[in-house]
């Protein structure tokens, strides 16, 4: 039988050293991905919610709706994201492409956008799109290594 009695203060006799030292090697290189897709999170909330902070819901409705359901998407997919950060390569993709969507919004989705409703959609997408390429070079990074 193996000695399973633990010993105050010392781990290194532990029958799962190892393995807990890689899981915890493994935590700490996605740290910095979770706080990048966290920001993705806080990014669609404010997708979500900008028509009524800039007040372009009344005037653009369709612009408003498609806000706010970029931005309940963005923030699931964040939140998704930050849960498994190690499988979140493609998803990041997915965020990438509602970031373009964002910045071309106002455009497609409207007639005649005022200058609040352009800065805001644009400066969100640019944001979510740079969230997400650094995002994903955070994973291909840590791949690599």
Known sequence: MSDVSHRRGDIAGHPDATEMRERYARVLQTRGVTAVEELVILAGVYAAISPWVVHFSAAMPTLAITNLVVGIALAVLGLCMSMAPERSQDLNFVVLLLGAWLIVAPWVAARNPDTGTI????????????????AGGLIMSKRRT
């Not at 805001?120 to 650094?134: D, H, K, M, Q, R």
């Open 119 to 134: 800065l805001s959609n644009v400066i969100t997408g640019a944001c979510v799109c740079l969230f997400s390429l650094t």
